[in-house]
């Protein structure tokens, strides 16, 4: 099977920004505490943080983190993990049904940031909480001194402030499990309200609020335009989330999963753009995707599910899936989804970073190590420079049972005007075929190939396991050669490739 893609840097799409290769801590399961913050380990620094897991972070490649939830946030009271640790109270988690016992909290979290090199996106609680909780926090963390919160902050050991720029409206507020869960016109009004408080008191923040947990759900579409009719002027960005897993056995359908988020993000963007064309508004909303990833949801509700009134764990082992081959060919899928948006996705966070559906485990008292998926962010993260292309691909394609009829092949390319690098980013969905791709570069120029990354296996449900930590690792691709203007390449079924080029 062969397909033909061309690559010109004068058709653009966007910035690639960093914010695209974001992350996500939430207090869920063992992420925070015996994840990133385990004080008996051996690799443990002053604060109990694992510096073996902030190397992997660093690794990774991750800009901003977004925090501390998720579902959590929407019964968290962020004084609750401030001052004093001895002194901070050990709450019920009602989202995870677990003991929060708020050791970590957001002083100790935002060292934990200066150490990997991240920024902090911070989420408030919209569900259980209003406005004045949002502008309390809001003033605790941006007003420099003189005021009773900020003072508290100095008080509590931080002189600086924590300047967070970019702010989360509440969290998945159309979900029905959403605790504080309310109606789109509710919580536009709510949103709209909190926005306009905080800009008060903080003009230059980012605002997020809360779009649909999934394009599936019931109210999607609605709900965007009716929150956007209440918040337009209000927030810079709309969130969107989206979690893919094989299901029943269809692998192919799985592995165009990116069709699912291509048409996701399009119609987002095409409904922001109808709430500002009602409104005669030339301002634009951006997406911030701010949960994505392979998750075995289906899983989550049949083993992992904590119930029981005397039964509130401390950082109990939940959503810990162990992803395959075929699983990190839809994640580097999904990240070319993301970058093919780069004019509209201004901001992304991949959810989530330690041991929750996460690209790094660890074992207590033991190791930490890079699950497959690992290696798409790293390396996208580091090659994806510049300004996304515009690609000109011709693929055959195939039917699924999801999606229709979808292309074999999807790619996106980078082109960095001031370094002169470009790279390109490949997967073949197919589950039997190799495709030798050709690719026109000659727009580019005289270049060579820097580097070359194949993520593919004979088991495409091969893993990393504590037990065998090394087993899935990307591969230099033997195959990629360039002659007369044309880059060609074979790329194994169910792969996943990466090329740089200088
Ligand atoms: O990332 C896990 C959970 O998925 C988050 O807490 C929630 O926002 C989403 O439903």
Known sequence: TSARLTIDPHFTIGPVR?????????????????????PTHETADAEGFRTDVIDLVKELGVDTIRYPGGNFVSGFRWEDSVGPVAERPRRLDLAWHSTETNQVGLHEFSSWLEKVGSDLMMAVNLGTRGTLEAIDLLEYSNIRGGTALSERRIANGRTEPFDIRMWCLGNEMDGPWQLGHRSADDYGKIASQAAKGMRQLDPDIQLVVCGSSSAHMPTFGEWERVVLTHTYDDVDLISCHAYY?????????FLASAVDMDAFIETVVATADHVGAVRGSTKRIDISFDEWNVWYIERFHGVDKISGI???????????????????VVFGNLMISLIKHADRVASASLAQLVNVIA????????????????????????????T??????????????AYGEVPLVDAVATHDAETGRSAVFLVNRSTTEPVTLTIDIAALGDVAIAETHTLSDDDVYAKNTLDDRERVAPKPNASAAIAGGELTVTLPPVSWTAIALA
């Open 245 to 253: 897993e094989e299901r029943g056995g269809d692998l192919g359908s």
């Open 310 to 328: 005397d039964n509130w764990p401390v950082a109990p082992r939940l959503l810990e899936d162990v992803y395959s081959v075929a699983d990190a």
């Open 359 to 386: 690209p790094i485990m660890t074992e207590p008292g033991g190791p930490a190590w890079r699950q497959t998926t690992f290696f798409p962010f790293s390396i996208t993260s580091r090659l994806a420079q510049g």
């Open 388 to 401: 996304a292309l515009q690609l000109k691909l011709d693929a055959p394609t195939y039917t699924t049972a």
């Open 18 to 38: 960093r914010k695209l290769f974001g992350g996500f801590v939430e207090h869920l399961g063992r992420h925070v505490y015996d994840g990133i913050h385990e």
